[in-house]
């Protein structure tokens, strides 16, 4: 990591002077205490992990179990999707001080480069989950019927911009976990064995719920997805050898869709006979009642939760990783019926 240089020094401190001066007035970082926060506080020799986005940190919770002397930070814990999160300058700080950063890797964690090169622990470890997938990763692409375009930060460029919704994928979770457990072993290898052990535990319930899915989709008589939205479900349908048809891609921000495209896939409704029409949470529905309208036979409207939307509440009430998936499962069976 790059030596700082005298200015870079001075902004930090400047930087932490001005969080000093905000705590009175505002309300802490959800980190501090709360869901977003386990076990303990960072004192003494506590370990502190931080992880960007809700399945990171699910993923890390599960792997940390009751392990003692080590925090696990969830940055984006306000139900900012990854695409359009802001660093603010308390998450800045939480990053340069952890001692195991995790985070995703792609485009829309551009500015973690920048943070990273700031950072005080220099001895801090670095997770690029898109980095542990390597190969089975994927490259964005423009389906059939789907809407181009982007938005800032986002070219579209499929030659070189990599689907970011790691975690929709039962699979993907297997992988990254153990990468976690591992990461966690090396930055406290007196308690590696249990990261070990709560990991391999906690694969054999995404595996579990990996062959109920892809038995839900053998029973299945029909085999297509159709999104009224954005689509980050690409790498559970190439799980599972679904095909699928959507509005936008994953990660844009549009949410008018063209004549051309409604009508294309209100073709495809009929075409195909498809019962329903999905929607990621947190939308307007707009784009899928009106495709909807369109059809000849009419499907509903359901939800598939991509988890870009979780909070801190959510969390707290007992939502997880594993319970966002179990529903999911069951929309896919409505969808596929």
Not at 175 to 182: D, K, M, R, S
Not at 198 to 207: E, M
Not at 235 to 244: F, K
Request: hydrophobic letters at 45%; proline letters at 3%.
């Amino acid at each position: 990591m790059k030596k700082r240089s005298k200015r870079a020094l001075a902004a930090l401190a400047a930087a932490l002077l001005a969080l000093g001066l905000l705590a009175g007035c505002g309300p802490a970082h959800a980190g501090g205490d709360g869901a977003a926060s386990a076990p303990g506080g960072n004192e003494g020799d506590t370990l502190r992990v931080v992880a960007t986005i809700y399945p990171i940190y699910d993923w890390a919770r599960e792997v940390l179990g009751q392990t003692p002397g080590v925090e696990l930070v969830w940055l984006q814990d306000s139900g900012v999707d990854l695409h359009s999160y802001q660093p603010t300058a308390e998450d800045m700080m939480l990053l340069s001080s952890c001692d195991l950063f995790l985070y995703v890797g792609g485009t829309s964690d551009s500015w973690v480069d920048g943070a990273l090169q700031e950072a005080v622990n220099q001895d801090m470890e670095v997770l690029s989950l898109l980095e542990v997938l390597g190969d089975a990763a994927r490259l964005e692409e423009l389906q059939e019927g789907m809407q181009g375009g982007g938005h800032e930060g986002h070219s579209h460029d499929k030659e070189s911009e990599y689907d970011e919704h790691i975690w929709l994928s039962l699979q993907n979770a297997g992988v990254l976990t153990e990468a976690i457990a591992e990461a966690m072993g090396r930055m406290d290898p007196a308690h590696a064995a249990d990261y070990e052990a709560n990991a391999a535990a906690y694969a054999g319930q995404l595996s579990a719920l990996d062959a109920a899915y892809q038995a839900a989709v053998d029973a299945a008589p029909i085999h297509t997805l159709l999104f009224g939205d954005r689509f980050p479900f690409r790498y559970l349908v190439e799980d599972y050898g679904l095909d699928y048809y959507a509005a936008f891609p994953g990660c844009s921000a549009e949410t008018e869709a063209s004549f051309e495209t409604i009508a294309f896939l209100a073709g495809k409704v009929d075409e195909l006979g498809l019962p329903a029409v999905l929607t990621i949470e947190n939308s307007d529905r707009r784009v899928a009642e009106t495709i909807v309208q369109n059809t000849h036979d009419g499907a509903v409207v359901l939800t598939l939760d991509s988890m870009q939307g979780v909070t801190a509440a959510d969390a707290a009430q007992g939502v997880t990783y594993l319970s966002l998936m179990e529903h999911n499962l069951d929309i896919l069976k409505q969808a596929l019926a």
